[in-house]
DNA sequence: TAAATAAAAGATAAAAATGTCTTTTATTTG
DNA sequence: CAAATAAAAGACATTTTTATCTTTTATTTA
């Protein structure tokens, strides 16, 4: 559904904004323990999204990453965009660069409620909905 | 969604599904350019399909590949399930590992109805039925 | 201002997915 | 049976994704 980078960019944004509800900043180590993936990895994969304006972060000492109130309004469907880009939104499920509407291929009109479900629910996903249930360990984010 | 091998299968199985309709078989050359993908890739994807018995090929002259009537009744999910595996409709949208319905991952609960949704619109989708309105140009599998 | 800290950026490597080319095997037909 | 045909199989190449390691830049604090 999602590529690996992607899953790992939702944990960690999840992660960040369960940390960020106290105003705290969280390093990459600590994120990259706090939700199992490559330290280096998840890093690169943050900065990007630090580019688009999905994540704050500052250096140095008592630096780290960190969600402002606009960001923890952000969706995950904001994040797949930015990560894995638009495909899964408006992408042909046969992978035909010319279906569409008018041209569809033999499973368009299916597919379409499905991906309309998938987009409605990742756009209802707000980050900062999430810290209630982390905290109750009610779910998890590693093992 | 899909990985490309899938997406080329599903469009393959759907190309051949037309043509064994009338009793004929196809051959590999023909399905490439029919569904716009390289000859030798989807030869070995057929390959597959063909030990895991979701597909019919003869050798030799006025031979080719064809669909039997079990085969016309197989849905896309069957594709995919030996294309991709299962983790379309079991895995955790996170990736992770130990997601379960009693351990659940933050959006465990929001992507089992839509995993269901892609289910269940793989599972009714069969072969067979793709045929008429690929034959009446309502849909198409190249471009 | 110097040292320590932590993110940002760059370079490289490993693994997986995708794509191409060649050889082998099975089947049919003359 | 010999030749032609077409799928099956094997080997190899390329591209993309995922992962690791090193250097640089910015910030804070003593």
Redesign the interface.
Known sequence: ??S?TC??A??AM?FIAQKSKDGSKVGIKEIAKGIDSPEHFIAKILQELGRKRLLQSVKGPNGGFYLDDESLQCS?ADIVKVVDGDK?FTGC???????SET??????H??R??RK??QT?LEN?KLGA?TE??EKS??????
């Open positions: 559904m999602f690996k899953e790992y939702i944990r999840i995950l899964l499920g046969l992978g035909l660069k010319q279906c041209h569809p291929c033999p499973i368009h299916e597919f409620s499905v479900g998938i629910m996903a999430f249930e982390l009610l779910t998890f984010l590693k093992r």
